[in-house]
């Protein structure tokens, strides 16, 4: 098993800041309303505060992720995310965040870690309706965030369920 210790700063940054990024990959797929764009962001949050095992580093991430959230740290500027390349330069950190866990992690954390991710994307995917009007003609899951979503699984190596 891993620890905090196993990690640079910068892998350990990359690493607490990944459930969230996996998360705006979602909505920047499909960029929503603001209210959409809220519910997205809280569905990552409450997902980066729950990993699916209780494997040493996710825990430790989770813990990490949810200090600084309750610090207010913001995950966009640490990103600095530029307007039409937004989407590449998240489609990096998590295969930047997939090559730290391949090389680093023992290998029951980099699979919890990676299906945490992708759910992290889900739930930020279901957390609102995209289209229509008043609720009225809206999808759960739009077809760019489902394209992203596929995107994410390919890149961590996880299978569609």
């Known amino acids: 098993m891993t620890s905090r210790a196993d990690y640079t700063d910068e892998e350990w940054a990359a690493l607490r800041r990944a459930p969230m990024v996996a998360g705006l990959a979602v909505s920047l797929a499909d960029p929503g309303g603001p209210i959409e764009l809220t519910k997205e962001s809280m569905a990552a949050l409450k997902a980066a505060g729950s990993p699916p095992c209780d494997e040493e580093l996710p825990v430790a991430v989770s813990q990490d992720a949810l200090a600084q959230a309750q610090q207010r740290h913001n995950v966009l500027k640490e990103l600095d995310l530029k307007g039409a390349t937004a989407r590449e330069q998240i489609v990096e950190e998590l295969r930047r965040v ?43 899951v739009s077809e760019g965030e489902e394209a992203m979503l596929a995107r994410l699984r390919e890149i961590l190596g996880i299978e569609a369920a």
């Open 98 to 140: 997939n090559e730290i866990l391949t090389a680093k992690a023992a290998p029951e954390e980099a699979a919890c870690f990676r299906t945490w991710l992708v759910q992290a994307a889900q739930d930020a995917a279901n957390a609102a309706k995209e289209g229509g009007f008043l609720g009225i003609g809206a999808t759960r």
